[in-house]
């Protein structure tokens, strides 16, 4: 019979505890930000803004193309949580394709063509590389989750995003 460890270390670090973690960071995002809009055109990071405008001082064009603004990394953030909280069935009834989808896609044509398929036999080595990387993503959305509601209500409070 399978143990479950009730000790607040194990659950602590729990693949569901940081799943968790991560969707109530996402739904406080979410109820902190009324008008996602007004996140538009705001850079990811406060570095950011002063090297935008150091550029420009400088007549050199910026490449908006690889700078993400808050609103498209909110856009980001909601769109993972919403497929972790509903998995890929939602994305099938409106037709979208998600990167899980898309990566799943890959494998099996890398798999059809002869490509290079993982090794079945090593089954626990991918299991454990694939919940370290799983928990890195998770760990590292939650703080940006937490970073971009801090900054909303920081640059709110100030109304330096009312223009």
Known sequence: MMQICQDSYCNKHSLLNVMNRFIA????MDETIMVPSLLRD???DEEDEDSITQNNND??????GKQRDMYEHYLLLKSIKNEMEWGLLKREMTGGASFLE??????EQQQVNGGPAEDCS???GQFHFHLRGLFGVLSKLTVQADHLTNRYKREIGGGSLLR
């Not at 960071?25 to 406080?28: F, L, R």
């Not at 007549?59 to 908006?64: D, G, L, M, S």
């Not at 898309?102 to 494998?107: I, L, N, R, Y």
């Open 25 to 28: 960071a996402a739904n406080n």
């Open 42 to 44: 705001v850079p990811l």
């Open 59 to 64: 007549n050199e064009p910026t490449c908006p």
């Open 102 to 107: 898309m990566a799943v896609k890959q494998e």
């Open 122 to 124: 090593d089954l626990e």
